[in-house]
């Protein structure tokens, strides 16, 4: 797997050029991001547990579903972004 940051020096948009300033950029792999995030839809999701009912009667059951949604999806992301970190560190070391 080839990973390329490559990054334009230039942005033309329209009659505009944008340049960019050549910045290294934070070595930041977004694992706790994602972590974090996954975390906050499950901890939503079981702070809505104890109000199925009252989501239900009121047409809302949806955000319950919305928050499970979100945790599985972020536990997915994690495991994307663990994944991507051991390919850049694999690829810093050859």
């Known amino acids: 797997m080839e990973l390329r940051d490559e990054q334009p020096?230039?942005?033309e948009i329209g009659n505009r050029t944008f340049f960019v300033a050549d910045v290294e950029p934070?070595?930041?792999?977004?694992?706790?991001t994602v972590?974090?995030?996954?975390l906050l839809w499950l901890v939503a999701f079981v702070?809505?547990?104890p109000f199925y009912g009252s989501l239900e009667d009121d047409g809302r059951l949806w955000w319950l579903w919305t928050c499970?949604?979100?945790f599985g999806l972020?536990?997915?992301g994690v495991e994307y972004c663990r994944?991507?970190?051991?390919?850049?560190?694999?690829?810093r070391r050859h």
Do not use: I, M, S, Y
Not at 35 to 38: A, D, L, P
Not at 83 to 91: F, H, Y
């Open 68 to 70: 499970l949604a979100g």
């Open 35 to 38: 972590e974090v995030g996954t």
């Open 26 to 32: 934070l070595d930041v792999d977004g694992v706790r």
């Open 9 to 11: 020096d230039r942005h």
């Open 74 to 76: 972020g536990a997915f």
């Open 47 to 49: 702070a809505l547990l």
């Open 83 to 91: 994944r991507r970190r051991k390919a850049r560190e694999a690829a």
